[in-house]
């Protein structure tokens, strides 16, 4: 018979401490409380997805003393993870570095905040852009010449200022109410690494790419995500809170008949990343939410990108949620509030993907159709189970999305991922009680800080 797992239980399992040092050392500067020196020593629970196999994560649980700060402005985080920028990612020293207030990546060396003209190219102006390749006049191929590498080189710019590099064995944690805005944390090229309890808020891109053969009549593109996880393993995202502030992408201008895109994903685990577990996030009303696996090229991606998806809560979000190439990928009982202008598609089904996607549950408006939920990306086939759906006004009911989508759509997508999670670390919870116990404690601000 299968055990049932109610709020309680969960709850304790999402808190259960596993502490690699004896006892939390003071950090330097103002101390945390009592919890908060727990959770930053707290590893990834036995068994909680990707990122619990081998070894498992523990971040900077053994941390020294003069490796836990507590810092709020920009500077201070730097500093925090090694002290230079351009260097940190090679910082693999066991820290802790917890977050106070709102630090905001565009803060200048003094203090004050910067804007995209600081940041731009002297010879780079977005009307020079928009002039030198309007497809009237440049036509439909890419931008070439000195504008756009103007352009190249304020992009290069903004990365050097806004892309915070974290090292290996690194644990950062949100004091109450922290919030990273206007900054890429990059994870690359690392292992070991814990992210919680913060807010990420409009990691723009000053200066977004024309493409003009991306889709039938070209796109803009942005390059920062708000965690970008690249070449890395054991990576835990867990009770985080992911939005775009004050700068929602429906406030943007149109050029060249196109929305001028600032925002790329939320967490994308990208170029071999693999072994990460995303827990008890809260990701609100973003477009391009959570890519796995950068590329349709076979090649270095296959049997990598294994991430767990749980308990997080997608709420207005439009596309990739996620959408997967190559990965096994354990997506289990989220809850899902998609609907209203823009939305997309949640489950994306890229090449050589095998998703399996378990006992979630979708509150759906009444304009989107269940059979939508899923999008084919040049994949042939996922295990979707225990899907739950309340549309509208309707009483919540079991739906078989995928047998919706194949109703409707070909080729057909297969059944059968080709392989079974192993890595839970309990039993899945009856789908009607996912809104319940997500909505719940799904975000930052959840944590007993």
């Known amino acids: 018979m299968r055990r049932r797992i109610g709020p309680a239980a969960i709850l304790a399992a999402a808190l259960t401490l596993t502490v690699a040092a004896p006892a939390p050392a003071a950090p330097a500067g103002p101390r945390p409380s009592r919890a908060a020196e727990l959770i930053g020593r707290q590893a990834l629970p036995a068994n909680d997805g990707w990122a619990a196999e081998g070894a498992g994560t523990t971040g900077g649980a053994a941390a020294t003393a003069d490796r836990v700060r507590v810092v709020r402005t920009r500077a201070e985080l730097v500093a925090a993870l090694g002290g230079d920028n351009a260097t940190n990612a090679a910082d693999a020293t066991p820290k802790i570095v917890y977050v106070a207030g709102t630090i905001d990546g565009f803060e200048g060396p003094d203090g004050t905040l910067l804007d995209c003209a600081d940041l731009a190219d002297p010879e780079y102006s977005l009307p020079a852009y928009l002039a030198a390749y309007d497809p009237a ?177 997608f709420d207005g979000d439009l596309q990739r949620l996620p959408r997967v190439r190559f990965g096994q990928v354990d997506v289990h009982e989220n809850h899902y509030r998609l ?33 939508e939920l899923i999008h084919d990306w040049g994949g042939t086939a996922l295990t979707e189970r225990g899907s739950w759906v309340r549309r509208g006004d309707r009483l919540p009911r079991p739906v078989d999305l995928l047998a919706a989508y194949n109703a409707v759509h070909d080729p057909d997508l297969g059944g059968d991922a080709g392989w079974t999670p192993t890595l839970r670390a309990a039993p899945p919870l009856p789908t009607p009680l996912v809104p319940l116990v997500v909505d719940a404690w799904a975000g930052a601000g959840r944590l007993p800080l």
Request: aromatic share 8%; proline share 4%; glycine share 10%.
């Open 137 to 313: 006049v440049w036509g439909r191929v890419n931008p070439s010449g000195p504008v756009e590498a103007a352009r190249v080189r304020s992009v290069a710019a903004q990365t050097a200022h806004t892309q915070i590099n974290v090292g290996s064995h690194t644990t950062i944690v949100g004091l109450r109410g922290a919030k990273l805005t206007g900054l890429t944390l990059m994870i690359d090229r690392v292992t070991d690494v814990i992210v919680r309890n913060l807010e990420f808020a409009d990691a723009r891109d000053c200066f977004p790419a024309w493409s003009p053969t991306d889709g039938d009549t070209g796109n803009w593109n942005s390059q920062y995500d708000q965690i970008s996880v690249r070449r890395s393993e054991h990576v835990w995202v867990d009770h985080n809170t992911f939005t775009d502030g004050d700068n929602p992408d429906s406030a943007q201008p149109v050029h060249f008949g196109r929305p001028w895109q600032v925002h790329d994903g939320s967490l994308d685990v990208t170029h071999t990343a693999s072994l990460v577990t995303a827990s008890w996030n809260r990701f609100v009303g973003r477009d391009k939410l959570m890519l796995i696996g950068s590329s349709n090229t076979v090649g270095p991606d296959v049997d990598r990108l294994k991430v767990t998806v749980r308990h997080n809560l």
């Open 339 to 371: 609907g209203g202008a823009g939305f997309e598609y949640a489950l994306g089904v890229g090449v050589q993907s095998a998703i399996h996607a378990e006992n979630n549950f979708f509150t759906l408006a009444d304009d989107v159709d269940p059979a």
